[in-house]
């Protein structure tokens, strides 16, 4: 069965407005002045965030990377329930139709990343960088591998023995899969990302076949602990091991681009 809606399809979504970062970021002394390469800018948005609105703006975003018109960007954020599909991901991998998504109130969407069919929501940390690979010497394959290995930094941080698998993208505890990972590239900026379950409802992916893999079950932070974990723990370290990944610089701005208070990290 299929219900994900293209992009032109039915938006199936309602909320506010989306909160995104002003494209002005504070390591700019002015709107000519180029930005700042070896720096990661890190913006936290702190409600749950609607899923088309940010698919937008990280095109937006991309697009300004790669006119070099702002530098390395890293948005975490948390999302409303959503349904995401992969470019080429299988339909079939849904298994929910269209009257118990609108029962649910969830929307399913196909979207321009790779991978599969997965699922976003509240307690999952979701990882938007808007990174430049062409000319920066970084390759799709290492790049990809960075943010696993960030993702893998995470977990030990909390005692638990993650890895990757073999032609299995993502981060795994045994066969089960803590994080996601999917990107595109335009105009050699990748945009999408991760979602880390930190401490999501687990039973929304009873619905799916996530990721495309029958086999494969699905754990959380919290699951693995047996303890409550949450993302505002979590989110300060993740964004330390991907600019740490990555060889970058950590740097802050508040979601209207202003530097915010020292909050000890970075």
Known sequence: MSSCAGRTGSRLWSGDTV??????PPARPSATAPPQEGLLTACHLPQPQPYLPLWDRQRELAAERAAGRLGDLLLLLEHEHVYTLGRWGDAAHLLADAATLARLGIACHRVDRGGDITYHGPGQLVGYPIFRLHGAGRGVR???EALETALIEVAAAFGIAAATRPGRPGVWVGRQKLAALGITVSRGVAYHGFALNVAPDLAYFARIV????AEAGVTSLAALLGRPVT?????PLCARAVAAACGLQLRWVEPDGTLPPPRGVG
């Open 19 to 24: 909160v995104t970062p002003a494209l002005t």
């Open 231 to 235: 993302v505002e723990e979590v989110l």
């Open 210 to 213: 996530p990721c495309g893999i």
């Open 142 to 144: 290492a790049y990809v």
